[in-house]
């Protein structure tokens, strides 16, 4: 099977995103050592474009995925998390870049050590569930096929009930048909045999009266 191209782009989003901290603490330390930088600052901008140009992609293919279908809701919302994780990391590495905020290099320490400190949590890092912990990006990727293709077969079988069912409606309303055309079969039927016995009771009414008209005359 196919890597999804999502999870891929992802992948290597996050490993750009992880070099951007290692060069920027790299640059940092050159800087405390008095050495040039100028090579670095452009590594790293380039860096930060690239993360910028990929996370903008994963973004175009999470709104194609769902807008076609091709994942289910719930799947779109946890890349949509995950996503969401991407950008605030992104910030927080410019701004560790450009030294924005009140402490830089907590920030760019954290990034890197993973470990938090004077209770700044840890950017990098997010609750994860424990069948998932541990796992390298493979393995995710590999768990979250076989989900997809679970929730897949899942929607096999509901088109399956629902075309069956839909079956037996078409096959009820043949049934329903069939048996208006008998009642209206029948309904013609009495319909004409009302008409008969309405002519043959104009019939004997008249032989009755001219029975009665014949005796009266023989009397005479």
């Not at 999470?62 to 950008?87: K, P, Y």
Request: proline share 3%; glycine share 6%; aromatic share 4%.
């Amino acid at each position: 099977m196919a890597p999804d191209p999502w999870f891929s782009t992802y992948d290597s989003t996050c490993q750009i995103a992880q070099e951007i901290a290692e060069k920027i603490q790299q640059q940092n330390q050159y800087e405390r050592n008095g050495e040039n930088t100028i090579r670095l600052t452009v590594t790293i901008r380039t860096l930060l474009q690239n993360l910028k140009d990929k996370i903008a992609l994963l973004k175009d293919l999470l709104l194609r995925a769902v807008s076609t279908h091709q994942i289910t809701q719930l799947e779109g919302d946890r890349r949509q998390n995950l996503l969401d994780e991407l950008v605030t990391r992104e910030r927080l590495l410019v701004a560790s870049f450009k030294n924005e905020g009140a402490e830089p290099d907590l920030i760019r320490s954290s990034l890197m050590t993973g470990g938090a400190k004077r209770g700044v949590p840890n950017p990098w890092l997010f609750e994860e569930p424990e069948e998932t912990r541990g796992l390298g990006f493979d393995e995710l990727r590999q768990q979250q096929q076989k989900i997809i293709q679970e929730q897949d077969a899942g929607l096999d079988a509901l088109s399956s009930i629902i075309s069956r069912q839909k079956q037996m409606g078409k096959e009820i309303g043949n049934e329903l048909d069939e048996q208006n055309e008998i009642i209206d079969d029948l309904a013609n039927l009495v319909e004409n045999t009302d008409g008969k016995l309405r002519t043959e009771t104009r019939r004997v009414t008249m032989v009755d009266r001219k029975s009665a008209s014949c005796g009266v005359w023989f009397r005479f």
